[in-house]
């Protein structure tokens, strides 16, 4: 079974901005990383993805540490960061891909593609911020990786693509994926996360288990948020 396991990892500039941070997730887990702005989550995943470097703990994937080619290999990362350039067709965008990645499978990305709506032939200026993330994360996942991270995925997505991304992300986690989500958007996120991380740069955190939380408050995930962000947990 495939295992990511985040050890005692702390990240800091001129102020710390988490720290003493440990979990474990196995695949088939989607944990939803919330909190407010500043609080980390984007900073947590480039830490994982390997684009930033932690100042203390370690990270690692099967036992594996990040600077192997096994950890490497099984990363896919989501993040708000435009790579492509404007004139570019979503089909130049996919043949890219293909010559980057050996492991990357262009039927899988056309496929999730055709499923969205959206045509290889459209240039990227002309696609809708929502649309631009959708393409992004339909050639992430196609990647085949074990590990997907996606930063605020749901950002510039109307109700009915949220849906449409939900799905996707529940299909791929029965594919041996162990997934983590960064979002401000916790309306209706009850049915996607397995589990939940709150940031904090002032406390400890952990990941709790969203079923046995909600049970535990008999709350949804957002009332659990907002009444958290009363009490200033995050």
Do not use: H
């Not at 959206?118 to 339909?138: D, F, H, M, N, R």
């Not at 009915?160 to 209706?188: C, D, H, P, Y």
């Amino acid at each position: 079974m495939n295992k990511l396991k985040v050890n005692n990892i702390g990240k800091q500039y001129q102020k710390s901005i988490f720290q003493e941070l440990s979990f474990n997730l196995n695949e088939g887990q989607i944990l939803g990383v919330l909190g407010k702005n500043g609080t980390g989550k984007t900073t947590l995943l480039d830490c994982i993805s390997g684009q930033r470097q932690v100042s203390t703990g370690s990270i690692l994937y099967n036992d594996q540490p990040q600077n192997s080619e096994l950890f490497k290999s099984s990363i896919a990362y989501v993040s708000t960061t435009n790579y492509f350039e404007q004139t570019e067709t979503v089909q130049q965008i996919l043949m890219e891909y293909t010559i980057l990645f050996p492991e990357f499978r262009l039927e899988k990305a056309v496929e999730q593609l055709e499923i969205w709506n959206i045509s290889p032939k459209q240039k990227w200026l002309e696609l809708s911020e929502g649309t631009k993330v959708k393409v992004k994360i339909a050639c992430e996942y196609a990647k085949e990786t074990s590990i997907l991270l996606l930063d605020e995925p749901f950002a510039y997505l109307d109700y009915s693509s949220r849906i449409q991304v939900k799905k996707m992300l529940r299909r791929a986690s029965g594919e041996e994926k162990i997934i983590l989500v960064s979002t401000n958007f916790i309306e209706e996120m009850d049915t996607l996360f397995t589990d939940v991380l709150f940031m904090n740069p002032f406390r400890y955190c952990e990941v709790i288990n969203l079923e046995d939380l909600r049970e535990q408050k008999n709350m949804s995930l957002k009332e659990i948020y907002e009444e958290e962000a009363n009490d200033t947990f995050i």
